[in-house]
Nanobody, 124 residues
Framework: VQLQASGGGLVQAGGSLRLSCAAS????????MGWYRQAPAKERELVAT????????NYADSVKGRFTCTRDNARNTVYLQMNSLKPEDTAVYYC??????????????????WGQGTLVTVSS
């Protein structure tokens, strides 16, 4: 099982970016998905999470009203639409998903998986 994130890049303040993260491999089910970020010399922090049905989302106060997290369960993909970007949003963004995998012909374990990170740089 792996998560592949994409969509990062360089954008001016006030601009927008859309991150995507697709899960692949021997997947039985995917639970909560989300995004975290880590700025230079800072701890990794939660940005947004979304439940299986997409009915419940949770956002960091710093991104509320600017970022929107959605998912496409048919594609095992989670998205992060980022609008009105600020220089302080500059960070490496990591996707996260709680995945139950197949283990041969039986249901295997459930654990959290991380994507490889995608860099978002917002210039002032």
């Amino acid at each position: 099982v792996q998560l592949q994130a994409s969509g990062g890049g360089l954008v001016q303040a006030g601009g927008s970016l859309r991150l995507s993260c697709a899960a692949s491999g021997s997947i039985f089910s995917i639970g909560v998905m989300g995004w975290y970020r880590q700025a230079p010399a800072k701890e990794r922090e939660l940005v947004a999470t979304i439940t299986v049905g997409g009915g419940t989302t949770n956002y960091a106060d710093s991104v509320k009203g600017r970022f929107t997290c959605t998912r496409d369960n048919a594609r095992n993909t989670v998205y992060l639409q980022m609008n009105s970007l600020k220089p302080e949003d500059t960070a490496v963004y990591y996707c996260n998903a709680r995945i139950t995998r197949w283990s041969g012909a039986v249901v295997g374990d459930t654990r959290a998986y991380w994507g490889q990170g995608t860099l978002v740089t917002v210039s002032s």
